[in-house]
């Protein structure tokens, strides 16, 4: 069968490799072509589009961007009707695949969604274009069950994709020395993750920096993306001795006493990794977006996924006004002197993979989707 993939930003391109490698086992005969990244191009098929021309954040940047998107929509209409597949793929994203959802619907084309957009925690009127376009949707969180069941859709609970990359990580024979390739010495690493795209490091990224200074006794290690300018890395980085490494996050997470994380698919991460962490997360507007967001917009009192997941504050989150250099350095000194209260958040963290469950999901999703599609 033929299958159009559209995965948006970097967690999308990770999630949707995986699961083409378990449709090409699912179908023998499965073709791809995508919008996507490096990963899913690595499985085969074509790749029509990178998400690094696709990755908009922010209201402000949506709506300077806003031309690129709409072309970028416009591409995406025409290559889907063009290749007529037997189903389209989305992937999270959902500002742009609910407009493909709502496109291939009209066309008479199915529409599988895999990892719902999160409308639970905001936008939730985008629950309706879902029931309207979606044939089936895949959740990877265990309490959008009850959500989406109570909006009148009956979704299909696969487990969390990251539980397979873990996995897929962890059982790799043969792993390189992280300190030894990169050069580091015996003190304690701090991850610094400060996210997947270039709005998010330009605002996260010096804080970090800024807020591990005077602790001789770490060494401190950004986690960098190839799909960002490594210059922007460089320029907060410049004379601040903390190290910088691409395209070695898990390694990074592995080797790690405590993380500071850009809030996102890494928050998870990092807890599946038993990483203790702080979660940071800043958009243009200051106040007046804090503001709109919690007063207006947001649905939840959490921002980062284990808090969600474990319906608890179990690791501290600094969000817009809230993440301020003092508020994170005092934070960070908690995560690497205070063993209680490091004991803790492990302790969450052991609960919080017993509610996500085993690795597999990609092969559930896969063989779930492959069933669907034979009994058309």
Request: charge should be positive; include cysteine.
């Amino acid at each position: 069968m033929k299958y159009y993939l559209v995965a948006g930003e970097a967690s999308g391109d990770l999630h949707g490799s995986n699961l083409m490698k378990q449709l090409k086992i699912a179908d023998k005969e499965a073709e791809f072509r995508f919008f996507g990244g490096d990963l899913m191009q690595a499985e085969g098929g074509v790749l029509v589009k990178h998400y690094r021309e696709m990755a908009f954040m922010g209201i402000v940047n949506v709506a300077i961007n806003i031309r690129t998107i709409k072309k970028n929509m416009h591409t995406c209409e025409n290559d889907i009707l063009g290749y007529q597949p037997d189903v389209l793929i989305l992937i999270d994203y959902p500002g742009f695949n609910l407009r493909m959802a709502e496109f291939a619907h009209r066309h008479n084309i199915r529409v599988f969604y895999y990892i719902a957009p999160k409308v639970w925690a905001w936008k939730e009127y985008r629950v309706k274009k879902i029931k309207a376009y979606v044939d089936e949707l895949f959740i990877i969180l265990p309490f959008e069950t009850t959500y989406f069941q109570n909006h009148g859709i009956k979704p299909h609970y696969v487990g969390n994709p990251l539980l397979d990359a873990v996995a897929a990580f962890s059982d790799k024979p043969g792993k390189p020395d992280f300190r030894k390739k990169n050069k580091l010495d015996e003190r304690p690493v701090v991850a610094l993750l400060s996210g997947s795209r270039t709005q998010e490091i330009r605002n996260m990224l010096p804080v970090m920096v800024e807020a591990v200074k005077d602790l001789p006794e770490f060494q401190f290690v950004v986690a960098g993306v190839n799909t960002v300018d490594q210059h922007l890395y460089e320029k907060a980085l410049q004379g601040t001795g903390v190290k910088l490494v691409f395209g070695q996050t898990y390694e990074l997470l592995e080797s790690a006493y405590a993380a500071l994380v850009t809030s996102g698919t890494a928050t998870l991460e990092t807890a599946l990794f038993k990483v203790p962490q702080t979660v940071l997360y800043k958009m243009e507007g200051g106040w007046f977006t804090q503001l709109i967001m919690k007063n207006f917009v947001l649905k939840v009192e959490w921002a980062s996924l284990p808090n969600l997941i474990l319906n608890k504050q179990a690791i501290r989150e600094f969000i817009q006004t809230d993440l301020t250099v003092k508020n994170v350095r005092q934070e960070l000194r908690n995560l690497l002197f205070n063993l209680e209260y490091r004991n803790t958040i492990l302790e969450d963290y052991n609960k919080l993979a017993e509610i996500m469950g085993t690795p597999g999901t990609s092969e559930k999703a896969a063989r779930k989707m492959v069933d669907l599609l034979l009994k058309k």
